[in-house]
């Protein structure tokens, strides 16, 4: 019923920036956190960043200071501002979310279908 959709991946030189979108389909009451992962070729999926209803953050240690993940409630989105990308970077980003929906003020976690972010030159 809620979707996660993903968007703004792409190919890009090292050291350039993106901006991932994370869109949910239906309107958040609260927000207990958003969060972004990403899994590379053979690997496990891990945290990028994560945002509470507080405003609270977090990163992993290989994007700190280069990504911020922020949201803008009323749109019901989430982003992330990659910066000084790498090409350890590259990976496809997925959205993963823990709401309230206002509808039906029920709990929802999931996770959007993901966007491939490549890092290449």
């Known amino acids: ?12 030189q090292p050291g350039g920036s993106l901006r991932l979108s994370c869109a949910a389909s239906e309107s958040i009451f609260t ?22 209803n507080s405003g ?4 992993a240690d290989s994007v700190k200071g280069r990504f911020t993940i922020s949201k803008e409630n009323g749109k019901n989105t989430v982003f992330l501002q ?6 350890e970077d590259t990976a496809v980003y997925y959205c993963n979310a823990d709401v309230i929906i206002q509808r039906t003020m029920r ?8 966007t491939q972010v490549t890092v290449s030159s």
């Not at 990659?82 to 090409?87: A, C, D, E, H, V």
């Not at 976690?109 to 993901?114: A, P, V």
């Open 31 to 52: 927000t207990y956190y958003m969060a972004w992962y990403r899994q590379g070729p053979g690997k496990e999926r891990e945290l990028v960043a994560k945002i509470t």
């Open 1 to 12: 019923q809620v979707q996660l959709v993903e968007s703004g991946g792409g190919l890009v």
């Open 56 to 59: 609270s953050t977090n990163y």
């Open 107 to 114: 709990r929802f976690t999931g996770w959007g279908q993901g």
């Open 82 to 87: 990659m910066n000084r990308l790498k090409p």
